[in-house]
């Protein structure tokens, strides 16, 4: 017997589940011209039923299928998935959180007349891959589960579309044309000799151009390879008993260039950080490592983030800006924007479209059980003390290693510049980057507490454009809570911090009071600013607020529409004059 997957036309893709049997297991002939199991029979005439799998238990067959209440209208790519977009039912009204696919559970006892059981999944989640086991496991039937948010998780998107795997496979043949040249150059060596006398070591960067690989600190984008090969006649630098093996070690990019010199036996400056992990000079293994993110070309970004070898513990400094902005180096393969309209099409669901909101101000993932951090586990109680010993642990290596990000780029260099010293040497003054008293008001900020509204009032104020900085990316947090300072965010608008003019006015227009924001803004787009990219930056965070002030001033400008302008153009129909 065979059960297969039906339509009689592409919109709606109104799918049916029909049934064939066969007696010599090749050749097959419907039992009817009717299928056996329709979408009315789930409980919707206008939805679609597919997936089918069947399993005897007892004297009863039962099948698990897929159910989505309406239809899709579908389109043919050529790539084997077909592009897809919400139908119109007269009469009827469901946003696309409501036309999710979940599994249900059918019965028969002839194999042909099936009625509906009982539903396998939950109406939340877009959970179509179900099975039942036939027999129990440990006295109990078992059902395996494959909801969509955990399909395709190494970038986080979780879905099927023909430019993301066509994505993937260039990056796939990336990958096998460099096994090829690396092969290359290992024939060199055997070729000349030296290939018994050579130490090979092979390890990427941080990846490719795909979403959440490279410049991200998820596990997608920090966890890279590395191969050393140590000729048997260095057999006494192996790190483990035998070729082939693995060494159980965290091992991170700051500790390579110690342990290459290590290796050659030369000297290593004592400026260099970092731990040695292979060979002679090898010292004890760190128990975290540190990550940074900070800005990626044109988009401005910050986020810190500490693991041992199996949770990650992350502080958004920045929070308002979503993971997954526009950026022109990243939209160059097909999957960054293919993502970005499925989700602007209102097809991502809370885990698949999480990269294109703002985010939350920790983050922290079991990166063992959770290894592309899809499941936030800040506010679970079992890890309370294990977060706080790592925000402990994180907060000494960036006053160690001298943190050089809390304040804004645009901030950082001018003060560097007025006191005629290089930053290096600024953040290494307490007088002049009160790096202590930074992550204190900005560990205040992200905290987002109401009762909090005082001090950052107060903050506002402060002789330090750092401190005043902090103050009001903390009121901007507040959201509604911060609307008693809005006369504090006025006079903002005067200060001589352009970067604190800027968090400022929009965090007016976030409360209600427009004008005064957008004519700050304009201001500042129209004759200048010292903090150009962050301008930039918010304008396209700030979404719909922002179309009046850009179509403005595009139609003024129309040669500015480059980069992030050009993009706030495009995603709001802004016509920008030739």
């Not at 130490?199 to 050393?228: A, E, N, Q």
Request: aromatic fraction near 10%; hydrophobic fraction near 35%.
């Amino acid at each position: 017997y065979m059960y297969e997957r039906t339509a009689g036309e592409l919109r709606p893709f109104k799918c049916f589940i029909g049934m064939l049997e066969s007696d010599d297991g090749v050749h097959f002939t419907h039992v009817s011209d009717q299928p056996v199991f329709t979408p009315a029979m789930a409980g919707s005439e206008h939805g679609s039923v597919q997936d089918p799998r069947v399993v005897r238990i007892g004297d009863a067959c039962y099948m698990t299928y897929a159910f989505r209440p309406y239809a899709w209208h579908t389109s043919p790519t050529g790539l084997g998935v077909p592009e897809s977009w919400l139908p119109e039912i007269p009469g009827v009204s469901f946003t696309p959180e409501e036309n999710q696919t979940r599994s249900g559970i059918a019965v028969s006892r002839d194999r042909v007349h099936w009625k509906h059981l009982a539903w396998a999944t939950p109406r939340e989640i877009d959970d179509r891959d179900v099975i039942l086991f036939p027999e129990k496991i440990g006295g109990r039937y078992a059902l395996l589960r494959r909801p969509l948010g955990f399909v395709g998780t190494d970038t986080g998107h979780g879905a099927d579309l023909p430019a993301i795997r066509k994505s993937y496979a260039k990056y796939a043949d990336a990958v096998e044309n460099m096994d090829n040249d690396i092969k290359e150059t290992l024939d060199a060596l055997k070729a000349d000799g030296l290939y018994e006398d050579t130490i090979i070591i092979y390890c990427s960067d941080h990846g490719g151009v795909m979403p959440r690989s490279k410049r991200f600190l998820y596990s997608s984008g920090t966890h890279c390879p590395l191969v050393v090969r140590i000729p048997h006649k260095y057999k006494h630098l192996w790190p483990a008993e035998k070729p082939g093996m693995t060494v159980d070690r965290m091992v991170s990019f700051v500790d390579m260039p110690k342990t290459w010199l290590s290796l050659a036996g030369a000297e290593i400056p004592e400026t260099f950080q970092g731990t040695i992990f292979l060979g002679e000079g090898t010292e004890p293994e760190p128990q975290y490592h540190l990550s940074f993110r900070e800005r990626a070309d044109e988009r401005c970004d910050f986020v810190r983030m500490i693991r041992d070898k199996r949770f990650a513990y992350y502080k958004n400094y920045m929070p308002y800006a979503p993971a997954g902005q526009y950026l022109a180096y990243l939209w160059k393969i097909l999957a960054a924007p293919a993502w970005e309209k499925y989700h602007k099409e209102g097809k991502t669901n809370e885990i698949t479209g999480r990269f294109f909101r703002p985010r939350v101000s920790e983050e922290f993932y079991d990166t063992v059980e959770d290894f592309d951090n899809v499941h936030n586990l800040i506010d679970a109680p079992e890890h309370q003390e294990r977060i706080a010993r790592m925000r402990r642990a994180m907060r000494k290596m960036q006053l160690e290693l001298h943190d050089s990000g809390l304040l804004p780029e645009s901030m950082r260099e001018r003060r560097a510049r007025e006191h005629n010293v290089t930053i290096y040497e600024m953040v290494r003054d307490r007088r002049l980057y009160p790096l202590e008293s930074y992550l204190d008001a900005a560990d205040m900020a992200l905290a987002r507490d109401a009762k909090d509204l005082p001090t950052f009032v107060k903050g506002m104020s402060d002789r330090d454009s750092g401190i005043r900085y902090w103050a009001v990316v903390g009121l901007h947090l507040l959201e509604g809570a911060a609307a008693p300072a809005a006369g504090t965010l006025e006079k903002a608008l005067r200060d001589e911090s352009d970067e604190v003019k800027i968090m400022a006015a929009w965090t007016l227009v976030k409360l209600g009071r427009k004008e005064a924001g957008l004519a700050c803004l304009r201001n500042l787009l129209n004759h200048g600013t010292t903090a150009e990219r962050k301008l930039l930056n918010v304008l396209d965070w700030m979404e719909a607020d922002a179309v009046p002030l850009v179509r403005e001033y595009l139609r003024a400008n129309p040669k500015k529409a480059k980069n992030i302008l050009a993009k706030i153009a495009q995603d709001h129909g802004i016509e920008i004059p030739k």
